[in-house]
């Protein structure tokens, strides 16, 4: 049998596929929460306050069309809106298991949590890439 630091090696090859997915998952928590709390209140002040009560002059509706259509454009706006759905899934998850002890479903909650944020993320994706 050859020593497990050999690439040939079929136990390593195994160990590198089940690797676990919780370094991916903190990571999209983090992320999400980043953006959660630096960029959605900015989005917030501006279409929520700002424009409505007439402190600063909207932009009107074709050139708004015109920012969207660009692609860095949308790739903003697919993680202003993904990145957060994972932060929630992860504290709602963490908030089903911890808060009202359901830990015996923990695969169930896992994947309807992160689930539900990947529809959400693959919606949004369809829904900015399919915009005119």
Known sequence: MPPSWVVGNPTVRWEAMARPKTPLLWFLFSM?????A????VHLFLFGLALPLGWIQGPSQASL?????HPLVRLYLFVLISLPLFHWAHRFRYTLYDGLKLKHLTEL???LCYGSALAGAA??????WSAP
């Open 32 to 36: 999400g929460g980043t953006v959660a």
């Open 38 to 41: 630096f960029l959605i209140p």
């Open 123 to 128: 919606v949004a994706a369809y829904t900015l």
């Open 65 to 69: 069309l015109g920012l969207v259509r």
């Open 109 to 111: 909650i896992a994947v």
